[in-house]
């Protein structure tokens, strides 16, 4: 009589194990692999890490230059997926700045699940390089003060940096 019992519990673990994997993969409980073009929406917190399985965390919020890099650091920034230019998927983001910055160039990185060019990437895995410039009025403003506590002025460069993909390594732009 044992026996059987313990054949019962056997088989009634292996199907509940069985349906319980079937569920995960079929659909996606539990699952940290997504597909990148399904993403629509990514929102990225100053202070917060990327999640990281074959690379090291980075912080979601990353300023890598501009005029105003220094002056102006986000809080949140929410980067909408506009599609894809048969490439990348192209990216809109924003956040709440007053009318003195914007963004210059944005880059969504995110790490491919299996590999770099992985159409799947690991949840939570995606992150914002972005750059950081004045407006005419912000750098007006900068200016203003400037020559207030330095006594000098400066001319203005309308010349914006660009940053590339980053290709290779363990991130994926896109």
Request: charged residues 20%; neutral net charge; aromatic residues 12%.
């Amino acid at each position: 009589m044992a026996s059987s019992w313990a054949k019962y519990l056997a088989i009634l673990l292996c199907t509940v194990v069985g349906f319980s994997s079937f569920t995960e993969g079929a659909f996606g409980f539990g699952s940290d692999k997504v597909l990148l073009k399904d993403v629509n929406v990514l929102t990225l917190k100053e202070g917060h890490q990327t999640s990281g399985r074959r690379s090291s965390p980075v912080p979601q919020l990353t300023c890598v230059g501009g005029q105003a890099k220094g002056y102006f650091h986000p809080k949140v920034v929410q980067c909408y997926n506009r599609g894809s230019d048969g490439n990348d998927i192209q990216w809109e983001c924003k956040t709440d700045m007053d009318n003195s910055f914007r963004f210059g160039e944005v880059e969504v990185t995110c790490e491919g699940y299996d590999h770099p060019d992985d159409p799947y990437i690991l949840k939570g895995s995606c992150g914002l390089e972005y750059t950081v410039e004045f407006t005419e009025e912000g750098y007006q403003r900068h200016k203003q003060q400037k020559s207030q506590t330095y006594g000098s002025s400066n001319s203005y460069n309308t010349n914006y940096g660009s940053y590339g993909s980053k290709k290779g390594g363990d991130r994926k732009s896109t």
